[in-house]
């Protein structure tokens, strides 16, 4: 299986600062990644799909980058709402996810 | 609007069987697969396999293929996922999830259902 390792496992910034998250793979995915948040009690909503195609409905402060093993996501101002898990996921070969990059209000 | 709803909290017994319902409503039921996955308390995603309505063989994980089941009812737009021979570490959230694209789908997922919580205990 192709292994996701995400960092850093928590982030800790205040609303209005710019979060970069990472996403590496244990081996090429080409640009067959995506991004989901996840808030306490509530199923995954897709942020980004195909490494930088924003789903429907997200905003413009998401922003995905990265090819190959190498990914990113950035949320470029962040509101209240943004605070939560972090998953990215590939499916190039089967599907795997990470493990998850915790953003906390500092 | 696409809703995905799936049944009730199950509490099961080591060794036992569960069955999971997802039902789907808003979109054309055969023209997307249903994915399923499951998170452990705490833990992250693990995708379990996804299902064709319109027909065809089901496609598992391999960690899953021999004790899990896919099956779907176009009459009632209803996938169930079927578990056997459960274990304490199957102890978990299962999800359902629509493919964002039309068959044959991307393996991306943009609606979900609630999560079902599975607890295996004796």
């Known amino acids: 299986d192709i292994v996701l390792t995400q960092s850093p496992v928590t982030l800790s910034l205040s609303p209005g600062e710019r979060a970069t998250l990472s996403c590496r793979a244990s081996?090429?995915?080409?640009?067959?990644l995506a991004w989901y948040q996840q808030k306490a009690g509530q199923a995954p909503r897709l942020l980004i799909y195909?490494?930088?195609t924003r789903a429907t409905g997200i905003p413009a402060r998401f922003s995905g980058s990265g090819s190959g093993t190498d990914f990113t996501l950035t949320i470029s101002s962040l509101e209240p709402e943004d605070f939560a898990v972090y998953y990215c996921?590939?499916?190039?070969?089967?599907?795997?996810f990470g493990q998850g990059t915790r953003l906390e209000i500092k | 609007q696409v809703q995905l709803v799936q049944s009730g909290a199950e509490v099961k017994k080591p060794g036992a069987s569960v069955k999971v319902s997802c039902k789907a409503s808003?979109?054309?039921?055969?023209?997307?697969?249903v994915h399923w996955f499951r998170q452990a308390p705490g833990e992250g995603l693990e995708w379990m396999g996804q299902?064709?309505?319109?027909?065809?063989?089901?496609n598992y994980a391999q960690k899953f293929r021999g004790r899990v089941a896919l099956t779907a009812e176009t009459s009632t737009s209803t996938v169930y996922m079927e578990v056997n021979g459960l274990r304490s570490e199957d102890t978990a959230i299962y999800l359902c999830?629509?493919?964002?694209?039309?068959?044959?789908?991307?393996?991306?997922?943009?609606?979900w259902g609630q999560g079902t919580l599975v607890t295996v205990s004796s």
């Open positions: 299902i064709n309505p319109s027909g065809g063989s089901p």
């Open positions: 999830a629509r493919d964002v694209g039309v068959v044959p789908g991307r393996d991306y997922f943009d609606h």
């Open positions: 808003g979109y054309s039921f055969t023209s997307y697969y």
């Open positions: 081996q090429s995915v080409r640009r067959y």
């Open positions: 195909d490494a930088s």
């Open positions: 996921q590939q499916r190039d070969t089967s599907i795997t």
